[in-house]
């Protein structure tokens, strides 16, 4: 099986290319109407491509899992893997549920290139380092990354919402707007995202409160864990009043961004200039 | 993409019309054909005029006839004489200028053209493939139409059909009251579920409604300072009536707000609509003021989630998708030269089928004669496989020469002159004609020089 990894490695970024292009195909191509027979070469292949790429990126994981005798997180280029795979998949489920397809030009661009810079130097798998190795730390991190990559989908659907809310108030009808679906679409979208993200950090942050709880560690002074819950909270509160409170349109788009930037911050600000045993330098 | 040159053709294709921009409306009206009417001008084509098929194209924008094989030197006053006389309109005088006349390749072309909505008075729009479809299903069942026009028509709707799955011709909206409705959906996604409130029983009022009933709405209300009016209006569409005075009460349990009233004041007030907002939580609300002048304060357009769109900004949506309609009319000219290139070799192709098909009868009788006189050479128990032999060699022979032959005659304009070179050398009798099977190597020598007659 060790043998076929270095197979999967080169042919992921190959899969998502061809995504990609069929992606780039569908967006350049003018919207057709609901009525109208046939649909361009790139309507069929790129899903296809895309759901390929997607298997294989779980074949790949899987793979490398029973290989290692881990779940392959031990290097930040693992990490860009798993979040790329979130990505893509939160799209997918996404382009399924709504059947819209002009807006994958938006997300797997992004996809393609960490897993372009992942597979490039990724290849020598390092060893896992002590604090990451229980199975349920090893989970903590996972949901972590994937519910990082259903926000980051979130926070791009919100991006297009705001872009076409500008559109429509502008009255432009530009080559954005007519490929875009409808407005209150992309709010929905933002928002299944975003509760995707919640559900899989929420387990997350479960998982590793559990786990320092019986490793005796203590959260409290760990700045990232706080940011992150407060991140969680703020994220909690744009899904909360999308649904409970009837919250759309700018405000309800504006909120989840928040949450996705304080998620961001938190990353960011841990690694680069607070002290926190998160970071696992 | 070039256009395609349109070798001479034998189709003898005539059409003579009137359209929108070539007469007023009145006359327009006056020359609309009923069936009956139809039926009877075919009948005088073909038996007056000798056409071997005829079609008549009659709308309220256009009234055209289209005639092959006729024995008619002035096809316009023929028609002219034939349109007075089935209804009563002269117009072989001063307006004889209404009619225009095409003779090929313009009368292909022009068909191609009107069934693909460029000869239109909306650029595009999507009635007019219908009507030609109609009109071909008229002629077919009076008896007009044979298989060169029937097929021309498959090729012209083939046309008309890419240009609306292929192009942006037929897209996007043409009168701002439709285009609140792309609008609304784009903000609004699916309208099956969204309330819309009218203010307004006019004309405009009464358009804005219909198209967001042939949108999927079905929840309307409407607010006119007329009751009765407001209620005769309600009915067409099951609306429910509330008075202008409600309209603040009501505007928070509407999605849409389409008004067009006369009222010389803005009759929604942004203070009502923030009102509402608060009341709808924010929900989008999406106003189209259609009133000229205004009938919603345009400062509401400041509010977030509320879209307001007046007749200026509905008119450049308009402009914007005319101009985008404008645009693909080159790629739709595109679309019809490679259809009527297609059409035309069909059609040359047709011609071929008389020679190609006495061309093999003749090897095939020359090889038959021969196998007869030597029958006495050979056993008995080995003619099936002589026969097979000689037919096998005569095949071979024969392959060449007429592919290249149907390729000639289909690509090349001078195929018909190769056609006649090929009769002389091998001295077949008869003309090239017409066949009414669209396979070009099915006829037989027989049968294949008639021009068929319409069903």
Excluded at chain 1, 156 to 183: E, Q
Excluded at chain 2, 262 to 267: G, L
Excluded at chain 2, 323 to 332: D, F, G, T, W, Y
Excluded at chain 2, 422 to 431: C, P, Q, V
Aim: net charge neutral; proline share 5%.
């Amino acid at each position: 099986m060790s043998a076929f990894i270095p197979l999967l490695t080169t042919l992921l970024p190959v899969l998502y290319g061809l995504a990609v292009a069929g992606y780039v195909r569908i967006y350049a191509s003018e919207p057709r109407p609901a009525d109208s027979e046939g649909e361009s070469f790139g309507h069929h292949w790129a899903p296809l491509m895309l759901r390929a790429a997607v298997l294989t990126h779980l074949l790949y994981l899987t793979s490398r899992g029973i290989v290692e005798g881990h779940l392959p997180l031990a290097s930040v280029y693992d990490f860009l893997s798993a979040t790329g795979l979130s990505l893509a998949a939160v799209y997918l489920y996404l382009e399924l549920r709504q059947g819209i397809r002009t807006t994958g030009i938006f997300v797997l661009p992004l996809v393609l290139l960490i897993q372009i810079v992942s597979s490039a130097y990724g290849a020598d798998a390092p060893t896992l380092k002590p604090q990451l190795q229980p199975i349920w730390f090893e989970l903590h991190t996972l949901t972590a990354v994937l519910g990082y990559g259903a926000f980051a989908v979130s926070a791009i659907y919100g991006v297009l919402f705001l872009l076409l809310y500008r559109d429509i108030k502008a009255n432009r009808m530009t080559f954005f707007f007519r490929r875009m679906p409808p407005l209150e679409t992309l709010g929905r979208m933002n928002v299944t995202a975003a509760g995707a993200g919640l559900l899989l950090l929420g387990l997350a942050i479960l998982m590793g409160v559990g786990w320092a709880r019986l490793a005796g560690v203590s959260l409290l002074s760990d700045p990232k864990t706080w940011l992150t819950i407060a991140a969680w909270l703020v994220l909690g509160f744009a899904v909360l009043a999308y649904y409970r409170l009837g919250w759309r349109g700018p405000r309800a788009v504006y909120a989840s961004l928040a949450g996705f930037t304080t998620l961001i911050l938190s990353r960011f600000a841990t690694d680069l200039f607070l002290q926190s045993f998160h970071t696992f330098r | 993409m070039s256009a395609v040159t349109v070798a001479p053709s034998t189709l003898d294709l005539f059409c003579v019309g009137l359209n929108h921009e070539t007469s007023p409306l009145a006359v327009r009206d006056a020359l609309v054909l009923d069936d009956e009417e139809v039926g009877r001008a075919i009948l005088a084509l073909r038996e007056r005029g000798g056409a071997t098929e005829a079609l008549i194209l009659s709308t309220c924008n256009r009234t055209e006839v289209y005639a092959r094989g006729a024995a008619i030197e002035d096809p316009r006053a023929f028609v002219a004489s034939l349109l007075r006389e089935i209804k009563g309109m002269d117009l072989s005088g001063a307006e004889g200028r209404f009619l225009y006349t095409y003779r090929e390749p313009d009368s292909l072309r022009h068909l191609f053209r009107v069934a693909c909505g460029l000869d239109s008075q909306v650029l595009g729009e999507p009635q007019i493939t219908g009507q030609v479809k109609d009109a071909l299903s008229l002629a077919v069942k009076l008896g007009g139409s044979g298989p060169v026009i029937e097929r021309l028509l498959d090729a012209a709707l083939r046309s008309a059909k890419r240009a609306r799955t292929e192009t942006l011709v037929g897209r996007g909206p043409v009168s701002s009251a439709y285009a609140g409705v792309n609008l609304a959906a784009k903000v609004l996604g699916s309208l099956a579920d969204k309330r819309v409130l009218i203010v307004g029983a006019g004309e405009m009022a009464s358009l804005a409604a219909r198209h967001f009933h042939e949108a999927g709405v079905t929840q309307f209300m409407v607010a006119n300072r007329g009751r009765e009016r407001a209620e005769s209006f309600a009915a067409t569409i099951g609306a429910r009536v509330v008075t202008l005075e409600a309209i603040p009460v009501v505007l928070a349990g509407a999605d849409v707000v389409v008004s067009a009233t006369r009222s010389p004041h803005p009759i929604i007030a942004e203070a009502a609509v923030r009102n509402a907002m608060r009341i709808r939580k924010n929900r989008p609300l999406l106003f189209l003021d259609l009133a000229v002048p205004r009938d919603v304060e345009p400062s509401i357009a400041r509010l977030p989630n509320v879209f307001l769109h007046d007749l200026d900004a509905l008119g450049m949506l308009v402009a914007q998708s005319l101009a985008q309609r404008h645009a693909e009319i080159p790629k739709v000219e595109a679309i019809i030269e490679e259809e009527l290139a297609r059409f035309l070799r069909w059609h040359r192709a047709l011609a071929l089928k008389p020679t190609v098909a006495a061309f093999r009868s003749h090897f095939e009788r020359v090889a038959r004669e021969e196998l007869e006189r030597h029958k006495g050479r050979f056993r008995p128990e080995d003619q099936a496989a002589l026969d097979q032999l000689v037919h096998g060699i005569v095949q071979k022979l024969l392959h060449r020469p007429t592919t290249r032959l149907t390729r000639a005659g289909e690509e090349k304009a001078d195929g018909i002159a190769r056609i006649d070179a090929i009769r002389d050398l091998f001295g077949i009798e008869g003309s090239a004609g017409v066949e009414r099977d669209d396979e070009p190597d099915a006829g037989t020598e027989g049968d294949a020089n008639a021009d068929r007659n319409p069903r």
